[in-house]
Nanobody, 119 residues
Framework: VQLQASGGGLGQPGGSLRLSCAAS????????VGWYRQVPGEQRELVAT???????DYKHFVKGRYTISRDNAGDTVYLQMNRLKPEDTAVYYC??????????????WGQGTLVTVSS
C-alpha cells in the first residue's frame, strides 16, 4: 500500500490550501481515511476522518474550516483547508484505516506534506 500526500506549502492566514492523498490500488474503497497533523516535538493529532460511506468527523479546532472528502473512483482523498491560522502549521499525514464504532484506527500512512501558514 502506498499513500502519497501532496498540496502542502505556504498559506496566508485566512487563506486556503487543499491537500490530496492518492492511494495505490483500491485501498480507499471500503476503508476509513484520516488526516492527521504533527508539529515537531509534539504528538501527531487527528484532524478529520471520513468513512467509506462518506460520513465525516472533525476535531473542534478545524470544524467549520476544513472539509474532508473522497473520490472513490479516483482513489483520492482531499482535505480542503480554509480560513487558515498560523497554528495550523504542521506536517499533515493521511492514513487508511478502519472504524470500530466511532473510533478510527489508522493502518497505513502516507509520507506527510508540510503546511506553513504565515504572512
Amino acid at each position: 500500500v502506498q499513500l502519497q500526500a501532496s498540496g502542502g506549502g505556504l498559506g496566508q492566514p485566512g487563506g486556503s490550501l487543499r491537500l490530496s492523498c492518492a492511494a495505490s490500488g483500491s485501498i480507499f474503497r471500503g476503508s476509513g481515511v484520516g488526516w492527521y497533523r504533527q508539529v515537531p516535538g509534539e504528538q501527531r493529532e487527528l484532524v478529520a476522518t471520513i468513512t467509506s460511506a462518506g460520513n465525516t468527523d472533525y476535531k473542534h479546532f478545524v470544524k467549520g474550516r476544513y472539509t474532508i472528502s473522497r473520490d472513490n473512483a479516483g482513489d483520492t482523498v482531499y482535505l480542503q483547508m480554509n480560513r487558515l491560522k498560523p497554528e495550523d502549521t504542521a506536517v499533515y499525514y493521511c492514513s487508511v484505516g478502519r472504524f470500530v464504532g466511532s473510533y478510527y484506527y489508522p493502518g497505513y500512512w502516507g509520507q506527510g506534506t508540510l503546511v506553513t501558514v504565515s504572512s
